[in-house]
């Protein structure tokens, strides 16, 4: 029997969260206490914010409900370690889907975890070789939950960071937030020795270390901070990244129901007349909409895939579109155009070239084709 009544409380409400309903008999024996204890352990509950549904019968029957709020969440072992290692496992390589929320759940539960279930968490994960798509680089859980913990609690973050060319520096920043691409995690923060906002690439950051010292959130220039990552990329001529910006002949809910979300940073509605016809890439030069030209949208983001692959990905969206940058996406726009184009023009063979070709083996056989080898 459980004398102690928040250790029951506890134990009675990590029951409750199984989606079942529990008959008080079940409970109580599971408990070691009375059908009465356990009437009054549920009123108990109720009081402190949980929705404990009962059931009318002769042996009446409880339930944990959805409710307005959510009350704390009570994890047995296995659901814990399960869950953190799911969490680092997809923050650590920023998979599509995974974004700052996520990284904010994990430092939440690694910041509670008891030490011998943090080492589990550990021992599993070194255990396992996840299969992810992509070129995104591998980072360590520990040191996006490091970075998200000093954006919540406005703390600073000291890190050594490696630069593309491979030069080393001690950074002290003024963390403002966590931003995925998809394919790749960034920290948006204010450089305090460089008395400048900055982006870095988290998987270029070792050793982050909370100072402890907290400090006053500054206003960031753009606003939001996908919308200075994007900037940034653009102006900076050493990184791999790119910014792009398109213009589809189509609905905003439809260009972005058929991209991937690493290729969708931001899509937004756009009337029609008011693209830059004369950027080059391909002709925007349907309406797509019914409503009188205004069923049009604005394509922008960054990405570090080769711009032939963006450029066919978009065209296989099925719809008009124009690239207002950068520059390299609209040569290859422009090439692949001349390119289909010609393919197109060239056609299939007529019917007497396709007969004579059969009728000639002798030269398949000089040419060495399969099937007529030398």
């Known amino acids: 029997m459980t004398t102690d009544t928040p250790a029951r409380l506890l134990q009675l409400l990590s029951i409750l969260q199984t989606p079942r309903e529990w008959p008080g008999g079940e409970l109580a024996d599971r408990l070691g206490v009375s059908r009465r204890t356990v009437r009054r ?38 659901e814990a370690v399960a869950i953190a290692v799911g969490l680092r496992a997809g923050a650590g390589h920023a998979l599509e889907g995974v974004d700052e929320a996520s990284v904010r759940a994990l430092a939440k539960l690694e910041q509670v975890l008891p030490a011998r ?16 798509s992509g070129d ?39 963390p403002y937030r ?14 305090l020795d460089r008395e400048d906002w900055r982006t870095f690439r988290v998987d270029r950051v070792r050793d982050p ?65 008011t693209g830059d016809g004369d950027d080059g890439g391909t002709d925007g030069g349907t309406d797509g909409g019914t409503d009188g030209g205004t069923r049009r949208c604005r394509l922008r983001g960054t990405t570090s895939d080769p711009v032939e692959w963006v450029a066919v990905r978009f065209a ?27 393919a ?6 007529s019917d007497a070239e396709a007969g004579r070709e059969e009728a000639d083996p002798a030269s398949r056989a000089a040419e060495g084709e399969p099937g007529h080898g030398r």
């Not at 040191?143 to 030069?167: H, N, P």
């Open 41 to 78: 352990d549920i009123d108990r509950l109720r009081e402190l914010g949980y929705p404990v549904e009962a059931s009318k019968g002769s042996d009446g029957g409880y339930r944990l409900v959805a409710g307005k709020a959510m009350p704390p969440l009570v994890l047995d072992d296995e």
């Open 117 to 132: 279930l943090r080492h589990r968490v550990s021992t599993l994960q070194a255990a396992t070789t996840p299969l992810t």
């Open 136 to 174: 995104g680089a591998s980072i360590a859980p520990e040191t996006l939950t490091v970075m998200a913990s000093t954006v919540a609690g406005q703390e600073r973050l000291r890190f050594a960071y490696r630069a593309k060319d491979g030069t080393e520096s001690r950074r002290l920043t003024e």
């Open 178 to 191: 966590l931003v995925s691409t998809g394919r790749r995690w960034y920290l948006v923060a204010y450089d």
């Open 209 to 273: 270390f909370a100072t402890g010292s907290r400090f006053a959130p500054r206003e960031l220039p753009t606003g939001s901070a996908a919308e200075y990552l994007r900037r940034s990329i653009q102006r900076r001529p050493d990184t791999d990244e790119y910014a792009y910006d398109v213009t589809f002949d189509a609905p905003a809910e439809l260009v972005a129901s058929r991209l991937p979300s690493w290729l969708s940073t931001s899509v937004a509605p756009e009337p029609s007349g």
């Open 316 to 342: 296989m969206l099925g719809y008009e579109f124009s690239v207002r940058e950068p520059q390299e996406l609209v040569d290859c726009a422009r090439e692949l155009s001349g390119r289909l184009g010609r």
């Open 344 to 349: 197109a023009q060239a056609g299939p063979p």
